[in-house]
């Protein structure tokens, strides 16, 4: 069964550090997403991507973070300068248009910690 | 705006006896619902989902839900809880919005006791 990738696992990095998290999505999924899920808490949605541009971002996507689809097959979240509360498992899914009643794929997602 | 509401936060069941977790959404509009697991340090795996077909809908590991509309209710069942069943679970609602976006509950951690 297709998989979403998600690379690193795990991640430590200083405060005011960047960072960049990586997902390969399914190949023909159009529409790509990254949540978050701080210990202990729900998940939240961040932003959602679509045609090479978001289509929609929460009041916690704010200027630090940003995601790009570089090369048709990778898909980032960049946070560029980090904070302690950026620590949190991020998760990135994807999903096609035709299925788009049918459930996202998530990836396995990488916990990302802030020092 | 869609919201849900997961009524227990924590639910502890004796193996072999059933499991029921609720689940409340509200939505403007005709809501996707989907039930979502996560093991511990695990993702998030696809449980089962509605997406306006059959209201009884049966997913993986012999869970089932039922969609209510009347009493906006998705609430999860099993018949019977095996020792792998325990677990963080989260109700998640979508729809209305052209991006599919998830609104999560707040999930309910299910204990197995042996």
């Known amino acids: 069964e297709p998989e979403v990738t998600q690379t690193p696992s795990h991640q430590v990095t200083q405060m005011g550090q960047e960072v960049i998290l990586r997902c390969v999505p399914i190949?023909?999924?159009?529409?790509f997403y990254w949540y978050r899920q701080i210990l202990g808490q729900k998940v939240e949605f961040l932003v959602s991507?679509?045609?090479?541009?978001?289509?929609?971002k929460s009041e916690i996507f704010d200027d630090q973070f940003s995601v790009e689809r570089p090369d048709g097959s990778n898909f980032t979240l960049k946070i560029r300068s980090t904070k302690l509360e950026d620590s949190a498992m991020y998760f990135c899914?994807?999903?096609?248009?035709?299925?788009?009643?049918?459930?996202?794929?998530f990836g396995s997602g990488t916990r990302l910690t802030v020092v | 705006a869609q919201s849900v509401t997961q009524l227990d936060s924590h639910v502890s069941v004796s193996e072999g006896t059933p499991v029921l977790l609720r689940c409340n959404y509200s939505?403007?509009?005709?809501?996707?619902l989907f039930w979502y697991v996560q093991h511990p340090n695990k993702g998030l795996q696809l449980l089962l989902k509605y997406t306006s077909a059959a209201t009884l809908v049966k997913g993986i590991n012999g869970f089932e839900a039922e969609f209510k509309k009347s009493e906006t209710s998705f609430h999860l069942t099993k018949p019977s809880a095996h020792m792998s069943d325990a677990a963080e679970y989260f109700c998640v609602v979508s729809g209305g919005s052209g991006t599919y976006k998830y609104i999560f509950g707040t999930g309910t951690r299910l204990k197995v006791l042996a």
């Open positions: 899914a994807s999903i096609t248009g035709e299925m788009k009643n049918y459930g996202y794929t």
């Open positions: 190949s023909n999924h159009l529409y």
């Open positions: 939505s403007s509009y005709s809501p996707s």
């Open positions: 991507f679509y045609n090479n541009e978001i289509s929609e």
